[in-house]
């Protein structure tokens, strides 16, 4: 969690646009991450 706030502040400080946006972003991003790690240590 701690790395998608710092990858949104950065994201928000680059190109601008909301906290929710930028959150948004990051936390589906990372989420994404996670169900494909989840799937390839099932393989």
């Known amino acids: 969690m701690s790395l998608a706030a710092?990858?949104?502040r950065n994201h928000q400080n680059r190109y601008g646009g909301t906290w929710a946006e930028a959150m948004s972003v990051y936390?589906?991003?990372a989420?994404?991450?996670a169900h494909v790690a989840r799937h390839a240590a099932k393989l």
């Open 31 to 33: 989420w994404q991450a």
């Open 6 to 8: 710092d990858a949104a």
């Open 27 to 29: 936390l589906r991003a």
